[in-house]
């Protein structure tokens, strides 16, 4: 873990001028942070998915097999870490109206710091909950959302009469590019790899064989 990931949480001002720093005296400094974050959210979901499950109605859980698990899980890596060069493609590009030259790399860099609360979102996966997950991405997406507005000048080195504008376009674009990349990978995991689930009914486990669960009377409620 490096000071500059401590700091972003605690001096996120500082960090990105030691982020930057880093950036200029290596091209590639972001890569070993985002591809070891990256993993977070696959592995934490492949636990959730195949050893807790979620439920989609009352006594029953739904557990994903290991095979099919481990398919969505690598898919959710590559579409983090394709999504986050598509967004470096991006934020380069758009730099062109705002009077800044970053390189490319530096963009990339730069995205994939920002993602960094949503990246440690991912624990959310080893307990698969709607609820539960919604309300950390939404916290983790307000915190990238600071980083971005208050990073952008200062990783940049933008006028910040500028860098609002800016900061709202990749925001936007963001958003966009996130829904399709996530939206493309489950599509292709349940088309194309077709998963296998496997249901439990918590009620009936309390019974060991069918013929001792109880019967219901014809015409019973």
Known sequence: MT???ISLFTRPDRAWEIIRQKEDAHGLHYMMHLLLLALIP???????VTFVGWSLVEDERVRLANTSALQLCVLLYLAIVIGTVIMGFFVRWMARA?????SL??????VAYVITPFLLAGVTGLYPNRWFAAIVLLIAGIYSTYL????LPAFMRQRSSQSFLY???????ALLVMVTVLVSMILFWSQFI???YERTDQQDQ??????ERPQSEPGGL
């Open 194 to 196: 077709q998963p296998s």
């Open 3 to 5: 000071p500059e990931f």
């Open 148 to 151: 971005l507005f208050t990073g």
């Open 105 to 110: 790399n530096q963009c990339i860099g730069f």
């Open 167 to 173: 900061a709202s376009s990749i925001w936007a674009v």
């Open 98 to 102: 705002f009077d800044v030259k970053p």
């Open 42 to 48: 696959a592995v934490c979901l492949f636990i959730g």
């Open 206 to 211: 309390a019974y060991g064989t069918q013929e």
